[in-house]
C-alpha cells in the first residue's frame, strides 16, 4: 500500500479520536443519561474544552473529504511520488498536532497547524490538476 493510502486509513483513525473526544467531554458535561437518551431537550451552553472539541471535530470533517479525494484522485492517475507523500505526512502530523491545540486553546498555533494540513492537501492535489 502506498504512503498516501497508509495516510489516509490513519486519516480514519483520527477521525474516530475526534468523535470520541469530543462525545467523552460532552458526556463529562451532560452525564450517561444524556448520552443514552434521545438528547431531545435543551442543553446548556458547553463547557469551553467541550465546546473547542465539537468546532475542532466540524472542522476535521469539513477537511478531511477534500484530503480522501485528493489522495484518491492522485492514486488513481498513477500521479504519487515524493511530493505527494511529503504532502499526506504534512496533512496528517498537523492535523493531529491541530486537536490538542484546539482543545487547549492555543490560538495562533492552531491556526498554523491548519494552514499546514492545507498546504499537505495541496502537495497532494497538485499532480491532479497539472
Not at 477521525?15 to 431531545?40: C, E, L, S
Not at 491548519?114 to 492537501?121: A, K, N, Q, R, V
Amino acid at each position: 500500500m502506498s504512503l498516501e493510502l497508509s495516510v489516509l486509513a490513519w486519516g480514519c483513525v483520527l477521525a474516530a479520536v475526534h468523535i470520541f473526544a469530543a462525545a467523552a467531554v460532552k458526556t463529562r458535561q451532560y452525564g450517561i443519561a444524556w448520552n443514552v437518551g434521545a438528547r431531545d431537550g435543551a442543553q446548556p451552553e458547553p463547557a469551553p474544552v467541550v465546546g473547542r472539541l465539537m468546532r475542532a471535530q466540524a472542522n476535521f470533517f469539513e477537511t478531511f473529504p477534500i484530503m480522501v479525494a485528493a489522495i484518491l484522485l492522485v492514486e488513481a492517475a498513477g500521479r504519487t511520488g515524493s511530493g505527494t507523500a511529503a504532502g499526506a505526512l504534512i496533512w496528517l502530523v498537523a492535523r493531529i498536532v491541530y486537536l490538542p491545540l484546539y482543545a487547549a486553546g492555543v490560538p495562533v498555533l492552531r491556526s498554523v497547524a491548519f494552514g499546514l494540513s492545507f498546504l499537505g492537501i495541496a502537495l497532494v492535489l497538485w499532480p491532479a490538476l497539472t
